[in-house]
Nanobody
Framework: EVRLVESGGGLVQAGGSLRLSCAIS????????IGWFRQAPGEERDGIAYRHNDGTTYYARSVKGRFIISTDNAKTTMYLQMDNLKPEDTAIYYC???????????????????WGQGTQVTVSS
């Protein structure tokens, strides 16, 4: 079973940066797609960044140019570097993993089988 543990959230001022981590166990990154999602109060869980099993990365328009996905050398941890943060980035951030690798479903939360516990990101104005 795939297990995901997020960390790295916190409170930051607008324009600041945070780096989120998603520690992965029970699978290699070559076998799953990993997505970063966020959910603000009263809102749906939205996909913002995705790493396909071949290493290709994709970003939602709202974060493109500000957020970057990377992995550690052992490929057991995935990072989300978030720069130039805005108050509208405030949400709980989740990483998810899926074994069904249909690329056109990468932004669909229901296509993910495994989720971490989430980490809160708060951006003050």
């Amino acid at each position: 079973e795939v297990r995901l543990v997020e960390s790295g959230g916190g409170l930051v001022q607008a324009g600041g940066s945070l780096r989120l981590s998603c520690a992965i166990s029970g699978s290699s990154l070559e076998s799953v797609g990993i997505g970063w999602f966020r959910q603000a109060p009263g809102e749906e869980r939205d996909g913002i960044a995705y790493r396909h099993n071949d290493g290709t990365t994709y970003y939602a328009r709202s974060v493109k140019g500000r957020f970057i996905i990377s992995t550690d050398n052992a490929k057991t941890t995935m990072y989300l570097q978030m720069d130039n943060l805005k108050p509208e980035d405030t949400a709980i951030y989740y990483c998810g993993a899926r074994r069904r690798l249909l690329l056109n479903l990468r932004w669909l939360a229901n296509s993910y089988e495994y989720w971490g516990q989430g980490t809160q990101v708060t951006v003050s104005s």
